[in-house]
């Protein structure tokens, strides 16, 4: 589109349902931003609230015969600024595209990508099934941004990610052609494997209007174990002990600001002196989950183990689980965030927390770390006072020390809440000119215009 011509939105219009377009300058002013608040983010030509794949068609082949930038938001949830607008863009929301459908016996759901997580788990439920991606924000986070970021979640250590569950989706190209990629079969190998393509390109590739999960049977109640450390290596060579010769449902890391946080919230009685802390569960048969818990009990107490405590009632077991989930909103209390999501090899995982820790102290710059630590995926939280801008400064440089960090320790930049914006000037570093290049053939041969989410990723 010519700069300066404002295409006329009446044909777009007519070709939607009646309120699913949005101009009004205050309606679209709640589409601009993702929870990673990016300071850049534009303000939108319009907003299409999607009810189908047929409306998401209508907007993309618009946008295509005008030149003009399409980005694709679902609940708006994401940390890494993906689903942030661009200035004269058109933002297709999927937050109407809510349909599902439970098969029990293919034991798959088809559902549509403006459904919550938490949504989807209830529902699969009702059949005695489960889905078991289950990001922190799983009550507020949709389907559509999970797949879009291959999201993980606490569970991730023994049932995997996002990707392990999709079996199949509709997506629409940056022509408006929609095509269906997979089904409800566990095997499938015909062909390129495009459905795992799609999983993860943060709608830079096209956008996704109809997900097939794969489900499991209801899990088993879990038994918990929560161990505190007097240090973080302590902590960290648990973990290793733990991960080399089992597989827990569960093993969560908390260090020191991030348990004060959640004390400071909750008072549920955490020890504020404890440098770490883990939340461990075993989701194995009657028996054989207190086996688990008993061996997970002595590599703590082996690792220097300040504290051990172990329980089989599911809901003082939950309240340790929701204590790790609610870390992030806790630290958000002490101000602004710059939330990083570095993993490396578990090995490493000591090398990066207390490496996080000296770049702390260098940029006197508080920096909270949580992590999926069975996985080395850990969560840098830099909190910072977005008033100061000396702080702010020091804030920002200890973002791209960590990053580099990371790499370094053999690990990647984002384990779980992509690249988007945010991260993009550290791609290259990670992936190499050769991977890279490779990532932008991929990119324009799907894309040739260039206006699928610009400036996202790649």
């Known amino acids: 589109m010519p700069t300066g011509v404002v295409p006329d939105l009446d044909a777009l219009m007519q070709s939607l349902p009646d309120d699913s377009l949005v101009v009004e300058p205050d309606r679209m ?5 993702d929870r990673a608040h990016d300071p850049d983010a534009g303000m939108p030509l319009a907003v299409v609230r999607a009810t189908c794949t047929e409306d998401v068609q209508a907007a993309v082949r618009f946008a295509s015969a005008h030149g003009i930038p399409v980005v694709t938001r679902g609940a708006g949830t994401g940390l890494s600024g993906g689903s942030s607008a661009v200035d004269g863009c058109i933002v297709v929301s999927t937050e109407r595209m809510r349909a599902i459908e439970v098969d029990p016996n293919t034991r798959t759901a088809t559902v549509g990508p403006g459904l919550m997580n938490g949504e989807v788990k209830a529902a699969v439920a009702e059949h005695g099934l489960w889905y078991p991606p289950d990001p922190s924000s799983f009550e507020i986070c949709s389907i559509g941004g999970n797949v879009a970021t291959n999201a993980g979640g606490l569970c991730c250590a023994k049932y995997g990610v996002t990707t392990d569950y999709v079996l199949g989706m509709t997506v629409v190209l940056a022509d408006g052609t929609a095509v269906e990629l997979g089904g409800p079969r566990l095997k499938d190998v015909a062909g390129l494997s495009l459905t795992k393509l799609f999983v993860g ?21 879990p038994a918990t174990l929560v161990a505190t450390f007097g240090t973080l290596e302590a902590a960290c060579t648990a973990v290793l002990a733990i991960t080399r010769r089992m597989r827990p449902s569960m093993l969560e890391f908390m260090d020191k600001a991030s348990i004060n946080a959640v004390e400071d919230m909750t008072r549920m009685g955490l020890d504020r002196d404890a440098e770490a802390l883990l939340v461990m569960q075993s989701d194995e048969p009657t028996g054989f989950a ?3 818990i008993a061996a997970m009990a002595k590599f703590c107490e082996a690792s220097g183990a300040t504290e051990v405590f172990s329980t089989d009632d599911p809901d003082e077991g939950e309240a340790f689980v929701t204590a790790r989930r609610i870390a992030i909103p806790a630290i958000e209390r002490r101000g602004s965030l710059l939330l990083e999501d570095v993993g490396v090899p578990v090995p490493r995982l000591g090398d990066l927390v207390m490496g996080i820790a000296t770049i702390s102290r260098a940029h006197d710059v508080e920096i909270a770390v949580i992590a ?52 993009k000037p550290w791609l290259g570093l990670y992936l190499g000119d050769d991977v ?8 324009n041969a799907l894309d040739p215009d260039g206006i699928l989410n610009p400036g996202c990723v790649l």
């Open 201 to 221: 390109s943060e709608g830079t590739l096209g956008i996704i209007t109809r997900v097939v999960l794969r489900l499991l049977p209801a899990p088993r109640i």
């Open 290 to 292: 207190a086996v688990e």
């Open 372 to 423: 999926h630590a069975a996985d080395g995926n850990t969560h840098p939280l830099i909190v910072f006072d977005p008033m100061d801008a000396e702080q702010k400064s020091r804030a920002q440089a200890a973002y791209g020390e960590v990053m580099e960090l990371a790499v370094g320790l053999g690990g990647t930049i984002t384990g779980e809440h992509g690249v988007g914006r945010l991260k």
């Open 436 to 443: 890279m290049a490779l990532n932008r053939r991929i990119k």
């Open 29 to 33: 002013a709640n589409y601009r931003w």
